[in-house]
């Protein structure tokens, strides 16, 4: 998705209410309330990361760090909370910023949504930053919202030192 400056809506209450999505949804997985998060998904939500040599890959060709659809973001999230998930046991400790949102609506009403991130990770005394941006979908619920397509795509060039995404960005 490319939000080109006539896209981008001005209505303030609009990027208000999806910055106030953003930052309860930063929250949860910062409190690693998965649960609760997961619930910010549509049924046929999709959780995306790209890999680091093709940000603006596709996922039905390129390989993609994570791909998940619900079913497998359950199992993520399921897995995440139990000590099998060694990588995540004692959980990590997590910060994630979100800045520079841009909203635009579509004529279906779904809303698109840039934003940049930074998630600082801290775990057995070593600190690892992931950063980026997110390019989400969503579905207004209610007064809320869901995500249709939330893609965290990372500006590393590789994953050294940290090698692999262990937490949810």
Do not use: C
């Amino acid at each position: 998705m490319t939000l080109a400056a006539s896209q981008v809506r001005s209505d303030a209450d609009l990027v208000r209410a999806v910055e106030d999505f953003l930052y309860r949804e930063a929250t949860l997985l910062d409190e690693w309330r998965l649960h609760e998060w997961l619930a910010l998904f549509t049924p046929t939500g999709r959780y995306l990361v790209p890999s680091t040599d093709k940000p603006d890959g596709d996922p039905t060709k390129d390989l993609f760090l994570v791909q998940d659809d619900r079913f497998l973001l359950e199992q993520r999230v399921n897995s995440l909370l139990t000590r099998a998930a060694h990588a995540e046991y004692p959980h990590s400790r997590t910060r994630h910023l979100v800045t520079n949102t841009q909203v635009a609506e579509t004529e279906d009403g779904q809303v698109e949504v840039r934003a940049n991130f930074a998630v600082f990770r801290s775990r057995n005394g070593a600190v690892d930053t992931y950063f980026g941006r997110y390019v989400h979908v969503l579905e207004r619920d209610g007064d809320d919202f869901r995500f249709v397509t939330r893609k965290a795509i990372l500006d590393l060039d590789a994953l050294r030192p940290h090698g692999k995404v262990s937490i949810i960005l």
